[in-house]
């Protein structure tokens, strides 16, 4: 896996420092990615659903593969 970096203030990389714990850079900043995609596709649920009666297909009939397989292609 090819590696690269990343510049940031000292005070940023000091604050995620204390947040990180004992876990290494990667397993950390995934972690910090998977809750900030988890909470996107949180608005974006709450969003769909709030418009579903402007639609022509009601929300439950959606089929959304957002999540798990990787897979957001048809079936």
């Given at each position: 896996?090819?590696?690269?970096?990343?510049?940031?203030?000292?005070?940023?990389?000091?604050?995620?420092?204390?947040?990180?714990?004992?876990?290494?850079?990667?397993?950390?900043?995934?972690?910090?990615?998977?809750?900030?995609?988890?909470?996107?596709?949180?608005?974006?649920?709450?969003?769909?659903?709030?418009?579903?009666?402007?639609?022509?297909?009601?929300?439950?009939k959606l089929e959304l593969r957002l999540r798990?397989?990787?897979?957001?292609?048809?079936?």
């Amino acid at each position: 896996m090819k590696r690269g970096t990343i510049t940031i203030s000292l005070e940023l990389k000091k604050k995620l420092d204390a947040l990180r714990g004992g876990k290494t850079w990667e397993e950390f900043l995934t972690e910090l990615l998977n809750t900030a995609l988890e909470a996107k596709l949180g608005e974006l649920e709450a969003f769909l659903r709030s418009t579903a009666d402007k639609r022509d297909i009601p929300f439950e009939k959606l089929e959304l593969r957002l999540r798990g397989s990787g897979d957001a292609g048809p079936r």
